[in-house]
């Protein structure tokens, strides 16, 4: 994706797409920002999808929900269990146990689960969150936390709005801006060990969960990160950087995490690492995330045509597929001369991975590549985990259980008293066939209740607002007047709008000469970036 060249000491490498795996939120310029007020156009359907959302939110059960005679789907047995029952009161799993031995449900919203399933909800453990589109998918495949991988200060400012319940969306947990050696977009650079070890506590005062590291960052430097976010109390997840050993990342670093396969498979040449893996991961308590789901923006052609006429594919926004439709540009097409290696390095490094039975969990990269929808992507990667080998039990695992141990939390992923109410109703045993997950029948996000038909509800609106071709949005005094005050009303309830966005369209206005609403978005940007939590380059 990146052509440029990068000088990374003795060598000098271009990075393909399998190196810059996560880029940030955005590339530095999007596509469409040439546009006169495509921005615009952006942030006014971010407006329309907030109002979907809230409308969802009004339509959702909350308070005493009771799901009975219901199969409960227990990731830890790897089996599911017939007959049961489960309350639900507010945001907890209050009781679960024998349907014939439940307790008084009067009052209850009682759900008949004869016939049907119930999981966990699903935990997508690699995202970067760009859109409340997304919220809406995942919201609707069943995927109540995600695991968001390169943190900024709207995303901490959006996680009060779910913690408090003003956005239906799945819990969040965030890692720190990326850390990286090279300024690639977005990007914490520090070019020193004392700049890594200000820049994790800077993340760690700004309250991000964990802190994360590029491929690209000299040994000295990610050895400071590893120290200071351990001083922190901070787990070091991410990608082992170039160079650097799966044995020092796990067992000297500490790395609690570990990406798309890095360290191994070799970024440099593609190839598969001669390291010894058993050795490197013997005695640690690390978890894998492969993020199959990836390789789906390597597809060109045919390949990408049949990802295009995907059903899901409608609730992209149509600028992102018209351009994903586009013969590919020079940039692709070095990187595509790379994916037949990757393609060939990748299950030999699974093949020699399944037999250690490591820790695996499930994630997507998703949702900002090309060919990618958001939610539909889990789904994808729990089939693609059980190609490459994975078996099914371990699969549902990588999703519900597997993430809540890897992130040192004890609140969600299973069906048990005390925990999180957060659930997904299926039409059959995900045991017997993962495809299970695509039949849900409504969803428990905290302890609401989100039915099927408002889900599918909200989708059809979201379809609507991502076809509006951006030639048809009209900018007026009144249209410019109405975006800028919707901003700001969000903006009241913590919900946040990816902030690099919000300034384009600030840029875009004040070009089209509404300097007034252009000041007031940038206000809201300059707020969000203030202090330790800003994204840049330590002083």
């Given at each position: 994706?990146?052509?440029?060249?990068?000088?990374?000491?003795?060598?000098?490498?271009?990075?393909?797409?399998?190196?810059?795996?996560?880029?940030?939120?955005?590339?530095?310029?999007?596509?469409?920002?040439?546009?006169?007020?495509?921005?615009?156009?952006?942030?006014?359907?971010?407006?329309?999808?907030?109002?979907?959302?809230?409308?969802?939110?009004?339509?959702?059960?909350?308070?005493?929900?009771?799901f009975?005679?219901v199969?409960?789907?227990?990731?830890?047995?790897?089996?599911?269990?017939?007959?049961?029952?489960?309350?639900?009161?507010?945001?907890?799993?209050?009781?679960?146990?024998?349907?014939?031995?439940?307790?008084?449900?009067?009052?209850?919203?009682?759900?008949?689960?004869?016939?049907?399933?119930?999981?966990?909800?699903?935990?997508?453990?690699?995202?970067?969150?760009?859109?409340?589109?997304?919220?809406?998918?995942?919201?609707?495949?069943?995927?109540?936390?995600?695991?968001?991988?390169?943190?900024?200060?709207?995303?901490?400012?959006?996680?009060?709005?779910?913690?408090?319940?003003?956005?239906?969306?799945?819990?969040?947990?965030?890692?720190?801006?990326?850390?990286?050696?090279?300024?690639?977009?977005?990007y914490v650079?520090?070019?020193?060990?004392?700049?890594?070890?200000?820049?994790?506590?800077?993340?760690?005062?700004?309250?991000?969960?964990?802190?994360?590291?590029?491929?690209?960052?000299?040994?000295?430097?990610?050895?400071?990160?590893?120290?200071?976010?351990?001083?922190?109390?901070?787990?070091?997840?991410?990608h082992?950087?170039?160079?650097?050993?799966?044995?020092?990342?796990?067992?000297?670093?500490?790395?609690?995490?570990?990406?798309?396969?890095?360290?191994?498979?070799?970024?440099?040449?593609?190839?598969?690492?001669?390291?010894?893996?058993?050795?490197?991961?013997?005695?640690?308590?690390?978890?894998?995330t492969?993020?199959?789901?990836?390789?789906?923006?390597?597809?060109?052609?045919?390949?990408?045509?049949?990802?295009?006429?995907?059903?899901?594919?409608?609730?992209?926004?149509?600028?992102?597929?018209?351009?994903?439709?586009?013969?590919?540009?020079?940039?692709?097409?070095?990187?595509?001369?790379?994916?037949?290696?990757?393609?060939?390095?990748?299950?030999?490094?699974?093949?020699?991975?399944?037999?250690?039975?490591?820790?695996?969990?499930?994630?997507?990269?998703?949702?900002?590549y090309?060919?990618?929808?958001?939610?539909?992507?889990?789904?994808?990667?729990?089939?693609?985990?059980?190609?490459?080998?994975?078996?099914?039990?371990?699969?549902?695992?990588?999703?519900?259980?597997?993430?809540?141990?890897a992130?040192?939390?004890?609140?969600?992923?299973?069906i048990?008293?005390?925990?999180?109410?957060?659930?997904?109703?299926?039409?059959?045993?995900?045991?017997?066939?993962?495809?299970?997950?695509?039949?849900?029948?409504?969803?428990v996000?905290?302890?609401?209740?989100?039915?099927?038909?408002?889900?599918?509800?909200?989708?059809?609106?979201?379809?609507?607002?991502?076809?509006?071709?951006?030639?048809?949005?009209?900018?007026?005094?009144?249209?410019?007047?109405?975006?800028?005050?919707?901003?700001?009303?969000?903006?009241?309830?913590?919900?946040?709008?990816?902030?690099?966005?919000?300034?384009?369209?600030?840029?875009?206005?004040?070009?089209?000469?509404?300097?007034?609403?252009?000041?007031?978005?940038?206000?809201?940007?300059?707020?969000?970036?203030?202090?330790?939590?800003?994204?840049d380059?330590?002083?």
């Amino acid at each position: 994706m990146w052509t440029r060249n990068f000088s990374t000491g003795a060598r000098t490498l271009k990075p393909n797409r399998f190196l810059t795996c996560v880029l940030g939120t955005l590339l530095a310029t999007p596509a469409w920002a040439g546009s006169d007020a495509a921005g615009v156009h952006w942030l006014a359907q971010e407006v329309e999808i907030s109002r979907t959302l809230d409308a969802l939110s009004a339509q959702a059960a909350y308070g005493f929900i009771v799901f009975r005679d219901v199969s409960v789907v227990d990731p830890i047995q790897g089996r599911s269990i017939a007959h049961r029952a489960v309350v639900v009161r507010d945001r907890k799993i209050a009781w679960t146990g024998d349907a014939k031995a439940a307790p008084d449900t009067d009052g209850a919203k009682i759900i008949d689960g004869r016939g049907l399933y119930l999981s966990p909800g699903l935990t997508d453990m690699h995202v970067h969150t760009v859109s409340l589109a997304e919220q809406v998918l995942r919201l609707a495949i069943g995927n109540t936390s995600v695991r968001d991988m390169d943190g900024f200060p709207w995303m901490l400012e959006m996680r009060r709005a779910v913690d408090g319940n003003a956005l239906p969306a799945p819990t969040p947990y965030i890692a720190g801006t990326i850390i990286a050696d090279q300024p690639l977009y977005g990007y914490v650079v520090v070019h020193s060990e004392a700049e890594a070890r200000q820049t994790v506590r800077n993340e760690a005062a700004c309250g991000y969960d964990f802190i994360k590291v590029h491929n690209m960052l000299a040994q000295p430097l990610f050895d400071a990160v590893a120290d200071e976010a351990r001083r922190a109390g901070l787990d070091l997840v991410g990608h082992i950087p170039h160079h650097i050993s799966i044995d020092h990342a796990v067992h000297s670093a500490g790395m609690r995490t570990l990406e798309h396969l890095k360290g191994f498979i070799q970024d440099w040449d593609l190839q598969v690492s001669p390291e010894d893996y058993a050795k490197a991961l013997s005695g640690a308590e690390v978890w894998l995330t492969p993020t199959f789901y990836v390789n789906n923006e390597g597809a060109r052609e045919m390949a990408a045509q049949k990802l295009l006429a995907l059903p899901e594919m409608g609730y992209v926004a149509l600028r992102k597929r018209e351009r994903w439709a586009a013969p590919p540009d020079q940039d692709w097409q070095h990187n595509l001369k790379n994916q037949p290696l990757f393609d060939t390095a990748q299950p030999l490094a699974m093949a020699r991975l399944l037999p250690l039975h490591p820790h695996w969990l499930a994630g997507t990269d998703a949702a900002q590549y090309p060919l990618q929808v958001a939610g539909f992507a889990l789904l994808d990667e729990l089939g693609q985990m059980e190609h490459y080998g994975i078996a099914r039990p371990d699969v549902i695992r990588a999703a519900t259980t597997e993430p809540a141990a890897a992130m040192r939390r004890n609140d969600f992923g299973q069906i048990k008293t005390g925990l999180r109410a957060d659930l997904v109703l299926l039409g059959s045993d995900p045991f017997k066939d993962l495809r299970a997950y695509r039949d849900n029948r409504g969803v428990v996000l905290r302890g609401h209740w989100f039915a099927r038909p408002s889900l599918d509800q909200a989708l059809a609106q979201l379809a609507a607002i991502e076809a509006e071709p951006d030639a048809s949005f009209a900018l007026s005094q009144t249209m410019a007047e109405s975006v800028a005050n919707a901003v700001e009303d969000l903006a009241k309830r913590h919900i946040a709008l990816e902030t690099s966005h919000v300034a384009l369209a600030a840029a875009q206005l004040r070009n089209l000469h509404f300097a007034g609403e252009a000041d007031r978005l940038d206000g809201l940007v300059s707020r969000l970036q203030a202090g330790p939590c800003r994204a840049d380059t330590p002083d």
